[in-house]
């Protein structure tokens, strides 16, 4: 079983459309969790952290749910710059440790007019 | 401005040859990592650093070695190339607080032939 697992997609939407990517993790211990974003032929950045309480930054929504080892990624109002692979990242370990992360191959979305 | 950079954008060596890939970073971060990252098989860690002259192995360590004689600086060794190491090659590097975001440089594309 893969460390993070994600659908590959791709998700293909309408603009204004409100899309939902979830990704699962195998290792209970895992502390820290991210969702990063990567434009095609760039580096992956940072879209936001992922906390128990669940994050909300403008149109994007990420929970945590660590009873059934999920993560998710939610993206309202669709824009067609959302257009990108949308990264699922887990650091595995306590703090320190290096923040090591484990990333999954990454969900497509393509943001259609 | 947070900033890593990477020896060259593309890169293509022979079958055999010693390939040497640099990294730097501006930001006096503690931990660097050297991922390769493949269609479908996303980012995988092949070596980090957690401090100068400090290394440790990733998820696939074969066929490469490092050095970090430097904090900036984090170089990746390919020994003697071979076609399956035909690649995107992404540095990142982070520091040791928590919750550390990586921050990735624009990759190398390594073509062996």
């Known amino acids: 079983r893969k460390e993070v697992e994600q659908d590959p997609g791709p998700f293909n939407v309408p603009e204004g459309a409100t899309v939902a990517f979830n990704c699962t993790y195998s290792?209970?211990?895992?502390?820290?969790f991210f969702w990063y974003r990567q434009d095609c032929r760039k580096e992956p950045k940072l879209l936001m952290s992922?906390?128990?309480s669940g994050n909300e930054d403008g149109r994007f929504t990420a929970q945590l749910n660590r009873a059934s080892q999920y993560i998710s990624l939610l993206i309202r109002d669709s824009k067609l710059s959302d257009s990108a692979t949308y990264l699922c990242?887990?650091?595995?370990?306590?703090?320190?440790?290096?923040?090591?992360?484990?990333f999954g191959t990454g969900t497509q979305l393509k943001v259609e007019l | 401005d947070v900033k890593v950079t990477q020896s060259s954008r593309y890169l293509v060596k022979r079958t055999g040859e010693k390939v040497f890939l640099e990294c730097v970073q501006d930001?006096?971060?503690?931990?660097m990592f050297w991922y390769r990252q493949d269609p479908g098989l996303g980012l995988r860690l092949i070596y980090f650093?957690?401090?100068?002259?400090?290394?440790e192995k990733g998820d696939i360590p074969e066929g490469y070695s490092v050095s970090r004689e430097k904090k900036e600086r984090f170089s990746l060794i390919l020994e003697s190339a071979s076609t399956n190491q035909t690649s995107m090659y992404l540095c990142?590097?982070?520091?040791?607080?928590?919750?550390?975001?990586?921050?990735f440089g624009p990759g190398t594309r390594l073509t062996v032939l």
């Open positions: 990142a590097s982070s520091s040791d607080r928590a919750y550390n975001e990586q921050f």
């Open positions: 290792n209970s211990a895992s502390q820290s």
């Open positions: 992922v906390y128990s």
């Open positions: 990242v887990v650091n595995p370990s306590a703090m320190g440790g290096g923040n090591k992360l484990t």
């Open positions: 930001m006096d971060h503690e931990n």
């Open positions: 650093s957690y401090d100068v002259k400090m290394k």
